[in-house]
């Protein structure tokens, strides 16, 4: 007769067998799954999987930024009816096969962003006055230099055998906003360049824009990224190249969505440009590029044509801003929208990089703005100085993107 202990004993190894046979038929699903794909979603169910379709939509614009559950709920659903719908999809807010695949495809199609109304007030036509002898391109067709000025009608030109500046301010009173609009074409090794007040002793010796402008004899000087008040600071400065030297090799980790985020333009000798992330390159490897100015200030505006997503999300303030892109090798927008004055508020990130792709820029990066913002012509400061604090000024800066050479600097 069977003892009560080996009664108990071979219950034991009676429930050890079927977990274990419960563990190899887990095995047997998990591997059939992973050799002809996952089952469908749908609401209710939870997990991992949920967590990374939700994730997707999200990077496609579908569900908004914002911190993602592992639970497929009916908003989920909405969410990927309306995926399968822009997607030529039938719309049952269902994860089945044929979805999975267009959603983690290359040719998804992204949820359309809000624009902002374009700006009103359209570019004014080139200025009636006796122009010098030009040629094909408009440059002058003999050495020498002409400029015009016309504060009230706000344009301000300059001409040369190699570059061409045209300044347009331009307003939108309903908003209220003034900017203007540097159109900046350059050929024949013109280019833009970069100055320090003390290049031994980067964050020190600071000074207005325009005294520096004046000093370096810049027909157009404008406020850059500012990295050397984040030096005085001891923050992180980001990757800085002048004139060929690295300056700074240290950035973040990752881009961010603060100001500034130190994503980067880099420029190069034959008067192209190109904007990177913050991490994507190290100083070193810019240089190997043929980088002969690195900006870092962020966040990036437009890449090959395409507005940062970021900007639709993040960046929402109305500031001073000023931002530097490229439409074509030798050809740049410089575009500084005026803030913090009754007559200009300010505007946010979104409206700068629209406003750049509609005059076709296709690489963009946004500059320290706020009352570092500084638009300088032959030496004259042309943008109002911004109220900050109730003292209405303009930053001192310890270094100047500048572009062109003349002696014939204003008063």
């Not at 749908?42 to 999200?58: A, F, H, P, S």
């Not at 575009?335 to 963009?364: D, H, N, P, W, Y």
């Amino acid at each position: 007769m069977e003892s009560c202990r080996g009664r108990k004993d071979r219950g034991k190894r009676r429930q050890s067998m079927k977990k274990r046979m419960i563990a190899i038929l887990a095995l047997i699903v998990f591997c059939i799954g992973a050799a002809f794909g996952e089952g469908a979603l749908t609401v209710g169910d939870k997990g991992q999987e949920v967590l990374k379709m939700k994730q997707r939509l999200q990077e496609l614009g579908y569900i908004e930024p914002g911190k993602l559950t592992k639970t497929f709920t009916e908003k989920t659903a909405a969410s990927l009816r309306e995926f399968q719908e822009r997607n030529g999809l039938p719309q049952t807010g269902t994860l089945d096969e044929e979805t999975r695949a267009v959603l983690w495809s290359d040719s998804a199609v992204r949820k359309p962003r809000p624009t902002l109304v374009p700006l009103a007030t359209p570019a004014p036509a080139e200025p009636e006055t006796d122009w010098p002898e030009r040629d094909a391109e408009g440059f002058l067709a003999e050495e020498g230099e002409f400029f015009l000025e016309e504060d009230k009608a706000g344009r301000w030109v300059y001409l040369g055998k190699d570059l061409q500046i045209f300044i347009t301010r331009m307003e939108n009173p309903s908003i209220p906003l003034v900017w203007f609009e540097t159109d900046i074409r350059m050929r024949n090794g013109e280019t833009f360049r970069t100055v320090q007040t003390d290049p031994e002793r980067p964050g020190k010796k600071f000074q207005y824009p325009y005294v520096i402008a004046r000093q370096e004899k810049f027909v157009l000087g404008f406020s850059d990224d500012f990295f050397a008040n984040r030096i005085s600071k001891k923050e992180t400065v980001g990757i800085i190249i002048r004139n060929g030297e690295i300056i700074s090799r240290e950035t973040n980790r990752k881009t961010g969505h603060h100001l500034p985020n130190l994503d980067m333009m880099a420029l190069y000798a034959d008067g192209s440009a190109e904007v990177f992330e913050c991490n994507e390159l190290t100083a070193e490897e810019l240089l190997e590029r043929g980088a002969v100015q690195v900006f870092s200030f962020g966040p990036i505006l437009l890449r090959d044509g395409i507005i940062n997503d970021q900007l639709y999300t993040y960046f929402r303030s109305t500031e001073p801003r000023q931002a530097l892109g490229m439409i074509e090798p030798g050809h740049f927008l410089l575009i500084s929208f005026e803030g913090r004055t009754s007559e200009s508020k300010g505007t946010m990130l979104q409206r700068v990089a629209e406003t750049m792709l509609q005059r076709g820029v296709k690489q963009a990066l946004n500059l320290d703005g706020g009352n570092t913002m500084a638009l300088v012509f032959r030496g004259r400061m042309l943008n109002k100085l911004a109220t900050y604090k109730r003292r209405s000024f303009v930053r001192t800066v310890t270094s100047l993107i500048g572009i062109g050479s003349t002696g014939n600097q204003a008063d």
